[in-house]
C-alpha cells in the first residue's frame, strides 16, 4: 500500500515564507509525476505545482515565480518551497503522487495560514 506522509505548513505572515515536504512509501512502480493540490476554504482542489519524473514542471497561474517545486524520484520526495505568501493561499495542501498505470494517491493534507 501507498503511503504519501506530508511535513510542513503552519501560520506564517503575509510576505513570509514556508516548506512542505512529502515522502512517499509502499510498493510504487514507476511514478508518472508528483505535485502539490490545494484547497481554500469554498474552493475546489487546485493544482498548484507538478513535476513529472521527466523533470517537466507546472505551476498554477496564481503561484508562478513564487513557489518552487523539486523532487527526488529515487528517494520518493517532493518540496514545495514558498515564498513571498499572500493571504489567499491559505489552504490545505495536499501532496499528490501519480503512478503509471494505476491511478493518484494523496497526503493527509496540512494547513497553511497566511496572516495578513
Known amino acids: 500500500q501507498v503511503q504519501l506522509a506530508q511535513s510542513g505548513g503552519g501560520l506564517v505572515q503575509a510576505g513570509g515564507s514556508l516548506r512542505l515536504s512529502c515522502i512517499a512509501s509502499?510498493?510504487?512502480?514507476?511514478?508518472?509525476?508528483m505535485g502539490w493540490y490545494r484547497r481554500a476554504p469554498g474552493k475546489e482542489r487546485e493544482l498548484v505545482a507538478r513535476?513529472?519524473?521527466?523533470?517537466?514542471?507546472s505551476y498554477a497561474d496564481s503561484v508562478k515565480g513564487r513557489f518552487t517545486i523539486s523532487r527526488d524520484i529515487f528517494k520518493k520526495t517532493v518540496t514545495l518551497q514558498m515564498n513571498s505568501l499572500k493571504s489567499e493561499d491559505t489552504a490545505v495542501y495536499y501532496c499528490?503522487?501519480?503512478?503509471w498505470g494505476i491511478g493518484s494517491y494523496w497526503g493527509q493534507g496540512t494547513q497553511v495560514t497566511v496572516s495578513s
Open positions: 499528490n503522487l501519480e503512478e
Open positions: 509502499g510498493s510504487i512502480n514507476s511514478i508518472r509525476a
Open positions: 513535476i513529472t519524473s521527466g523533470g517537466t514542471i
